[in-house]
């Protein structure tokens, strides 16, 4: 059920599905109503009624968890992740996400390899712990 003025849920999964698919393409307002055969001003209130956040910045949010989600699963570069999710560039992603972070994805990056790193050396103590307690 929709918020009232909000889009219906038929209409968010159909937007949903074309920003997944279409990140690294040409996502614009016009596009997008069309998708759902509304107008741009419609679609705009009733998106943003809908997310909390317009077209755009929801968009962006999009791109930036992608962008995480690359950044903890593959080895690509910064440049190619920008690249991969649809930012201009790499300068553009990293202010964007920092933006919505709190940290640019360099930083992140770094964050995310030292928790991976504790968390085997956690997980190497507790098997030593445990092995030692049996013997």
């Not at 679609?43 to 929801?58: D, E, T, V």
Request: avoid cysteine; proline fraction near 2%; charged fraction near 25%.
């Amino acid at each position: 059920m929709a918020a009232k003025g909000g889009l219906s849920t038929r209409r968010l999964k159909i937007l949903h599905e074309v920003i997944e698919s279409n990140l690294t393409g040409q996502l614009n307002i016009e596009r997008l109503a069309r998708e759902v055969g509304l107008s741009v001003g419609y679609l705009s209130r009733a998106f943003k009624l809908s997310k909390g956040l317009s077209p755009h910045q929801y968009i962006l949010h999009v791109r930036v968890e992608r962008a995480k989600h690359l950044i903890e699963t593959s080895d690509w570069s910064l440049v190619e992740i920008a690249e991969q999710v649809g930012f201009a560039d790499s300068s553009h992603m990293a202010t964007v996400f920092a933006r919505l972070t709190g940290e640019p994805p360099s930083r992140f990056r770094n964050r995310w390899e030292e928790d991976q790193i504790f968390a085997k050396f956690m997980s190497r103590t507790k098997k030593r712990i445990m092995n030692a307690k049996v013997d």
